[in-house]
T-cell receptor, first 113, second 113 residues
């Protein structure tokens, strides 16, 4: 089945220790998104890639970076995690930017100690 | 500034009855709206969508209504089933250029047998 895969499902890191979250897709979609969702809040878009074109949201902290080495993979790097970065991180894909739905992975729950 | 709001954090409905989930938005430039369903430990899954040029879209037990003048949309589930118990997010497409979605905070629906 075509799908969006996120690894790991649960990640624990220490305050200030860099961490990388992974997303892969078998849908061959052009667009990949990273969302942050804190408890009982709306998912919030951090950035997205349209093919290799990176688009950062204006209010995404510099602490968050992303890489997309190929169509299938996209990474979220948090350079110096703070306690406030503990959240669920959701990866999503869509075929293009038009009016079609985004397909989400199961998410990675990040804990910062 | 929350552009998409789901004012009811939770809703409880008896099996077989109608579930009505509501969503309000503030930006009249939104042109496409979606509903997602999320089970625990899973990512959101697409449920149904509606373009701003329509006022109703139906798919089986699910119907979405859009009232542009009131900037309000609703999701009707008839009849409700216990398996519908989940968190429901409404989302609006912010820009045809980026495909960016802005999500509401979610409503937890519980359908009681």
């Amino acid at each position: 089945d075509a799908m969006v895969i996120q690894n790991p499902r649960y990640q624990v890191t220490q305050f200030g220790k860099p961490v990388t979250l992974s997303c892969s897709q078998t849908l061959n979609h052009n667009v990949m998104y990273w969302y942050q969702q804190k408890s009982s809040q709306a998912p919030k878009l951090l950035f997205h890639y349209y093919d290799k074109d990176f688009n950062n949201e204006a209010d995404t902290p510099d602490n968050f970076q992303s890489r997309r080495p190929n169509t299938s993979f996209c990474f979220l790097d948090i350079r110096s995690p703070g306690l406030g970065d503990a959240a669920m991180y959701l990866c999503a894909t869509s075929r293009d930017k038009g009016p079609n739905e985004q397909f989400f992975g199961p998410g990675t729950r990040l804990t910062v100690l | 500034d929350q552009q998409v709001k789901q004012n009811s954090p939770s809703l409880s409905v008896q099996e077989g009855r109608i579930s009505i989930l509501n969503c309000d938005y503030t930006n009249s430039m939104f042109d496409y709206f979606l509903w997602y369903k999320k089970y625990p430990a899973e990512g959101p899954t697409f449920l149904i969508s509606i373009s701003s040029i329509k006022d109703k879209n139906e798919d089986g037990r699910f119907t979405v209504f859009l009232n542009k003048s009131a900037k309000h949309l609703s999701l009707h589930i008839v009849p409700s089933q216990p398996g519908d118990s989940a968190v429901y997010f409404c989302a609006a497409r912010a820009s045809s250029n980026t495909g960016k979605l802005i999500f509401g905070q979610g409503t937890t629906l519980q359908v009681k047998p």
